[in-house]
């Protein structure tokens, strides 16, 4: 089914366009905010006082039950209600108003808090694109539809105030108020395009599972010059044990757990992960079978620290004891739990020399598919696609997890969620110098108006 859009494109975009410098105006106020959900970098009135701003912003469109909340881990999120003609679906539109912290602030080379126009025509500031601009984008997309006619959905709108922390303060809200996210479809402005210029929905999320092992071999260290050769080390049993989660290309080997699932969306060519990613020249990508497949299909597994003597002080000892901490990234259509399981039992199996192990668990997160094929998928592909003429809509995966995103797809199994957004490379998000490209967030704020135009028509309620 292919829902055609109900009202003419140019009317909304005329609009979006002639909101433009009304909206530059605004995320420049939001960006000002020093939104940092860390209260030993920021002081908490930053995040209270962004929050307040988004709030007024949501009463001046007329939202109804405007409301900032404290959630379980002391941030506030932001909620408003505008409800939609009668018998229409509700759609959530989901942003985050706080943001990375600035990190070394002489990296930037405009002020992190200051949102700057440079003469690439990007404008630059921390949460310009992430997700800071995602907010603006939702406001765009709502005030060019009551210019041209109404807006069809009802439209619910909540901006979290700690994703970038993880510390799970909206999802554990959401899951003791199941009511209040509530909704049809679900448009989380949290993503990006692949490229800019070329529009993408991200339709997959890896989960995760991270789990501590610890290694104990000898009631204590010894002097290597004395037992080094037959006392069991620790650490090189630790080391032996991490390496056997890898195959010789790199692959993430974890007994029982499928490691060969194919990617069948966007096509992400190896030289320009290579770019993305940094690598240095002469330098090989691990695994084997095409990016996508590595990247959004297979588990990936990852050392994250290992405890073991520093290399400064070091002194010649055999081990007693080491550990480590791993996180196992899990691709749709695995189940987390189970991930764990396998994961556990292979690191207790894979243990040399009998060493004593033990396996703790320390987070887990299931992956998550939307339903590409889905009444919400063809009216975001029509709107996409007229949004940015000759480009038709690429579905990527995303290798990481969006908790909160795990935590809508179970409260609300029937809703069709969509990740959209400005967080295409070039925004550098999480680094220095983020920025926003003015043109991705007008055409973004054209593609989401159209989205909730073709929703209406295609998804009657
Ligand atoms: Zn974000």
């Not at 510390?167 to 996210?181: F, K, N, Q, S, V």
């Not at 691709?331 to 556990?344: I, N, R, S, V, W």
Request: hydrophobic share 40%.
């Amino acid at each position: 089914m292919t829902a055609q859009p109900s009202r003419p494109i140019p009317p909304i975009a005329a609009t979006v366009a002639s909101l433009m410098p009304r909206a530059k105006a605004e995320l420049t106020e939001l960006v000002a905010f020093q939104s940092v959900a860390d209260p030993a970098q920021f002081p908490p009135s930053e995040c209270r006082a962004a929050a307040d701003w988004v709030a007024d912003a949501l009463r001046a469109e007329d939202f109804q039950d405007v409301s900032v909340f404290d959630t379980p881990d002391g941030s506030p999120s932001v909620y408003g209600y505008l409800p939609g003609p009668e018998g229409a679906p509700t759609v959530l539109l989901y942003a985050h108003y706080d943001v990375q912290p600035p990190l070394d602030p002489a990296g930037w080379v405009t002020p992190p808090f200051e949102l700057t126009e440079r003469e690439d025509g990007r404008w630059y500031g921390r949460g310009a694109a992430d997700c800071k601009g995602g907010f603006i984008m939702h406001l765009l997309a709502l005030r060019a539809l009551k210019a041209n006619g109404g807006i069809p959905v009802g439209v619910k709108v909540v901006a979290e105030g700690s994703e970038e922390q993880g510390t799970g303060g909206l999802e554990r809200y959401a899951e003791a108020h199941p009511e209040l996210l509530a909704a049809d479809a679900i448009v989380i402005g949290d993503a990006g395009n692949f490229r800019a210029g070329l529009p993408t929905v991200t339709a997959t999320l890896r989960g995760m599972t991270m789990v501590r092992v610890t290694v104990d071999t000898l009631r204590g260290n010894l002097h290597s010059g004395l037992f080094g050769g037959a006392a069991p080390d620790a650490l090189a049993a630790l080391i032996r044990l991490l390496d056997s989660l890898r195959a010789e290309d790199g692959s993430t080997t974890v007994d029982g757990l499928d490691a060969e699932g194919g990617w069948q969306g966007l096509r992400y060519e190896e030289e320009d992960f290579r770019r993305d990613a940094k690598v240095l020249d002469g330098v090989e990508l691990i695994g084997h079978g095409s990016v996508g497949d590595r990247l959004w299909a297979r588990p990936a597994v990852t050392v994250m620290g290992i405890d073991c003597p520093p290399v400064v002080g070091a002194t010649p000892s055999v081990h007693s004891s080491a550990r480590a901490q791993i996180s196992l990234r899990v691709p749709p259509g695995q189940d987390a739990a189970e991930a764990t399981k396998l994961l556990t039992a292979h690191l207790e199996a894979h243990t040399p020399w009998g060493a004593r192990v033990s396996v703790e668990q320390v987070g887990q997160g299931q992956p998550f598919r939307a339903d590409v094929g889905s009444p919400a998928y063809t009216s975001m592909a029509d709107a996409l696609g007229a949004a940015y003429p000759g480009q038709e809509m690429q579905i990527a995966g995303m290798g990481g997890s969006i908790p909160l995103c795990n935590t809508l797809a179970a409260l609300y199994p029937d809703a069709e969620i969509l990740l959209i957004g400005l967080s295409e490379p070039e925004a550098q998000i999480h680094a220095v110098n983020e920025s926003v490209s003015p043109d991705e967030l007008e055409r973004m704020s054209v593609a989401e108006a159209l989205f909730l135009v073709n929703y209406a028509a295609a998804r009657p309620v």
